[in-house]
């Protein structure tokens, strides 16, 4: 049996990695519960990226935030300001001005509100064997034999011929119909189940099935497809040409849900990355005293492809919108301004990693792996084969990220995504440290990530809000 002293050498030395819902008391417990309570809600509103930027705006001004050109009228900001900007319906960016001039840097939080999807075509409805189809093109990382036989919801804006904008949402409520792709019986599986999983399915295989009645005439061929776009006229007054001018994404339907008996986690599609996104936009809306420092949140798009297109990070809206902010301060450097500011600020690239799974053994260094339950995680550096790709933090921003997590009694630990040689993944971080400024990895723990049904431990969600709350005070 070790001695006392033997025990206390070894809490002194040694670091635990402990379970997040350890010694936590009834207050505690209710909080996490209740903060996950509006995490449900959030996901099963915010199913798209633009439904997530419309949400993340309503709640935001719900707190006194107010839009960019807001403050462009007035002429001018000052500490305490909150304003907000969205660029193209998909992307959010959430400031509250602090004591220090931006020059000194800011606080920065960035998380990406895209998720894996099937996006339509631009020419989506043919009809085969009496029946109707949208074709389909997958949207990120998916493995696609997940997407079939479940039950998805279409959400779509689409601009008319003469500029109206329509939006449809169909199949979240209980009463309305839902689509799927189909599959295989095991009795014709025989040639199926001898490809490799990623073949089982073909890309140009995912089909929805969305409609089998044909149009009451014998004599006009696909008349199946007739009627269905004779349904979608009646219904939102669309023709077949409006699908060329539309944006309509297939996701799971349904709303989030607890798993477990003892509702410790939370299944729901999009958790890569709503995760962060919903708590980082909690942290900063909960800022009621006038930072030192200017906070920001951004919710951007497009980071399941690599963060192209003008609404991804590494486009220059960013930027822009930051030199407008700089423009309404009593700035005489603009410019000099800009890049100081973005060289001097501290950035948490708010994404997910891979939990262990024990249903999957062996592909993690157990010893430097993200579990769940076990709090946020912090990762020092992602990519793959030798972390090709990655931002690689610096020793001495992890001292204060670890100090700040400690001193708020924030539950943490460092992990990294698969074991050395697997696979590997990227975010916005190498983005951002361009500018020079400090960034660093951080967020939960997935398990089923970029399945349509991921899962995410209470505890940890509520620490990544907390430790995203500690860091805007850092």
Request: charge should be negative; proline fraction near 3%.
């Amino acid at each position: 049996m070790a001695s006392e002293d033997t025990k206390k050498l070894q809490d002194k030395l040694v670091k635990a990695y402990d379970l997040g819902w350890k010694d936590l008391n009834e207050d505690t417990l209710a909080a996490v519960d209740a903060f996950c309570e509006g995490y449900k809600e959030y996901l099963t509103i915010s199913k798209t990226e633009r439904l997530c930027a419309a949400y993340t705006v309503m709640l935001a001004e719900a707190q006194g935030f107010k839009s960019l050109e807001y403050y462009q009228n007035l002429g001018k900001v000052v500490p305490g300001d909150k304003v907000y900007v969205v660029f193209r319906k998909k992307t959010v960016a959430l400031f509250v001005v602090g004591q220090e001039g931006l020059e000194q840097g800011m606080n920065i939080i960035g998380a990406h509100i895209d998720a894996p999807r099937l996006d339509l075509k631009p020419a989506p409805l043919y009809q085969e064997n009496d029946m109707a189809y949208f074709k389909t093109h997958y949207y990120g990382g998916i493995k696609k034999y997940q997407w079939v036989t479940t039950p998805l919801a279409l959400h779509g804006t689409v601009v008319k011929k003469d500029g109206e904008v329509i939006n449809v949402s169909l199949g979240e409520k209980d009463d309305e119909p839902v689509f799927c792709v189909t599959d295989l019986l095991p009795h014709l599986s025989q040639e199926q189940n001898q490809k490799k999983l990623a073949e089982g399915i073909t890309g140009e295989g995912l089909n929805l099935i969305v409609g089998s009645i044909p149009y009451a005439d014998e004599d006009i061929r696909d008349a199946v497809k007739l009627n269905i776009l004779k349904r979608l006229n009646e219904d939102y007054g669309i023709v077949e040409e409006d699908f060329a001018c539309a944006e309509f994404e297939a996701v799971p339907a349904g709303a989030a849900r607890d798993v477990g008996f003892d509702r410790s986690f939370v299944g729901s599609y999009g958790q890569d990355d709503r995760v962060c996104a919903y708590t980082t936009l909690k942290a900063i809306l909960d800022v009621q005293e006038v930072p030192e420092r200017t906070l920001c949140a951004i919710m951007a798009d497009k980071e399941e492809i690599g963060s192209y297109g003008s609404t991804g990070m590494q486009s220059k809206f960013f930027e822009n919108e930051l030199a407008e902010l700089i423009d309404l301060t009593e700035d005489h450097k603009p410019e000099l301004t800009l890049r100081r500011c973005l060289k001097n600020s501290a950035f948490l690239s708010a994404d997910v990693t891979a939990a262990v799974d024990p249903n999957f053994p062996g592909t993690h260094d157990s010893r430097n792996a993200a579990y769940a339950g076990k709090g946020l995680v912090i990762s020092k550096y992602g990519g793959s084969r030798g972390k090709a790709g990655s931002n690689d933090a610096h020793a001495e921003f992890l001292g204060r990220l670890r100090t700040c997590f400690n001193d708020a009694g924030v539950v943490w630990q460092m992990g990294e995504l698969g074991r050395v040689d697997l696979g590997g993944g990227g975010t916005i971080a190498y983005m951002l440290a361009e500018y020079g400024m400090d960034v660093v990895d951080c967020g939960p723990a997935l398990l089923s990530m970029h399945s349509p049904f991921e899962l995410c431990s209470k505890i940890d969600v509520y620490m990544t809000y907390k430790g995203y709350s500690a860091f805007y005070s850092l």
